[in-house]
């Protein structure tokens, strides 16, 4: 079995963490031996992922739409996904949910967690992301319209302030036809309350 090619900025994040260790006056060894590589591993693999073409992503997962299935929403709810916060490094934790009307061709369920994944398992801000979901199924997917809502748990702000060790971001985008808002927004509305089957579940 072929070992996977190392990524690139696997060594430079090694380095700098063991760097990172010195300067909180620890050192890479005993139970820090192998935390140089773990975090670059963490990173490379999980967090922060390579850029990707967002564009050719969705048009692979594309077929065409059954007879009646264009214009109808779909929803895909409760997706786990984590960011990393652009202000402090730290790793937010949470879930998604997608809605989306299509137009002549629909996506495989895969193919939009792919694309939450790779929208999201980056340095980006939360609402960033919320609205680049949205906006990506109109512009290379064909959706007449789509909705995004992301629920995360930020340590930067939860550890910064006691009282909110439970608190939680929601955002919500929105992108295409109007007509389509109201009730993609209930949709929305509904998953976050819990009130949809989840992600998995029929």
Request: charged residues 20%; glycine residues 8%; aromatic residues 4%.
């Amino acid at each position: 079995m072929a070992s996977k090619p190392s990524d690139p900025r696997a060594e430079k994040i090694r380095r700098l963490t063991r760097e990172l260790l010195e300067a909180l006056g620890y050192e890479a060894t005993g139970d820090l031996a192998r935390t140089p590589e773990r975090v670059a591993e963490l990173w490379t693999e999980h967090l922060v992922l390579p850029a990707t073409d967002i564009g050719s992503l969705l048009k692979r997962g594309l077929v065409p739409a059954d007879a009646g299935a264009a214009g109808q929403p779909t929803a895909i709810v409760d997706m786990g996904v984590q960011l990393v916060c652009p202000h402090h490094l730290t790793i937010a934790f949470g879930r998604a949910h997608v809605v989306y009307v299509p137009g002549a061709q629909v996506l495989g369920f895969g193919t939009i967690s792919e694309l939450v994944t790779h929208l999201t398992a980056r340095l980006v801000l939360q609402e960033r992301a919320t609205l680049e979901i949205a906006e990506a199924l109109v512009r290379h997917a064909g959706a007449q319209a789509a909705a995004a809502a992301l629920q995360a748990t930020h340590p930067c702000h939860n550890v910064g302030h006691p009282r909110s060790h439970d608190a939680q971001a929601v955002t919500w985008a929105f992108a295409g036809e109007e007509k389509h808002q109201a009730a993609m927004r209930e949709t929305v509305r509904i998953a976050l309350d819990g009130r949809l089957p989840r992600h998995g579940e029929r």
